[in-house]
T-cell receptor
Framework: NAGVTQTPKFRVLKTGQSMTLLCAQD?????MYWYRQDPGMGLRLIHY???????AKGEVPDGYNVSRLKKQNFLLGLESAAPSQTSVYFC??????????????FGAGTRLSVL | GEDVEQSLFLSVREGDSSVINCTYT??????LYWYKQEPGAGLQLLTY?????DMKQDQRLTVLLNKKDKHLSLRIADTQTGDSAIYFC???????????FGKGTSLLVTP
């Protein structure tokens, strides 16, 4: 049971470089999320998607772009990485149902350092 | 948005009970959650409680909810070293699709 898979697990970038983080889920979930986790800050929502072809901004969207071309994948892009984007990035997904439990399932995270 | 508040650190001895407290912000939250994050891993749902309940028990875990004070607590009985982790409280406001997380409480269990 794969659940939510994030690639890569680790990455080191130089300032100004670009990269894409991939999130894949095999649970046929409609909703997907990207969070960043920083010491003392908890989890902050970057972008989210409520279905294939749709995306929306979260709390801290600046410097990031996302795409949801396929239901199972949610990509997070950094066009020009900055040291402030050094963080641990988590992807999550959940079903839409009439039950409002909103239980999210998380990937193992991507640890990104920008030098 | 407003913050979900948690104490940042708790240390207990193995075999004791641990109590992690949380104050949430949105009275419309239908469900409240506790997630656990072990070192180097993602978050895993530990338990949740529906807002019309006062208490939920699940083996060693007891969740207490005081809706009037918007206070949530997680009690772990007979705490083990394997319970050492970061515990996140989260609310699910009716106004949005996402969860609001607290900053997490680091629980250290010493032998």
């Amino acid at each position: 049971n794969a659940g939510v898979t994030q690639t890569p697990k680790f990455r080191v970038l130089k300032t100004g470089q670009s990269m894409t983080l991939l999130c894949a889920q095999d649970m046929n979930h409609e909703y997907m999320y990207w969070y960043r986790q920083d010491p003392g800050m908890g989890l902050r929502l970057i972008h989210y998607s409520v279905g294939e072809g749709t995306t929306a901004k979260g709390e801290v969207p600046d410097g990031y772009n996302v795409s949801r071309l396929k239901k199972q994948n949610f990509l997070l892009g950094l066009e020009s990485a900055a040291p402030s984007q050094t963080s641990v990035y988590f992807c999550a997904s959940r079903h839409w149902t009439s039950d409002v439990k909103n239980i999210q399932y998380f990937g193992a995270g991507t640890r990104l350092s920008v030098l | 948005g407003e913050d979900v508040e948690q104490s940042l650190f708790l240390s207990v001895r193995e075999g004791d009970s641990s109590v992690i407290n949380c104050t949430y912000t949105d009275s419309s939250s239908t469900y409240l959650y506790w997630y656990k994050q072990e070192p180097g891993a993602g978050l895993q749902l530990l338990t949740y409680i529906f807002s019309n309940m006062d208490m939920k028990q699940d083996q060693r875990l007891t969740v207490l909810l005081n809706k009037k004070d918007k206070h949530l607590s997680l009690r772990i009985a007979d705490t083990q070293t394997g319970d050492s982790a970061i515990y996140f409280c989260a609310e699910s406001p009716n106004s949005g699709y996402a969860l609001n997380f607290g900053k997490g409480t680091s629980l250290l269990v010493t032998p």
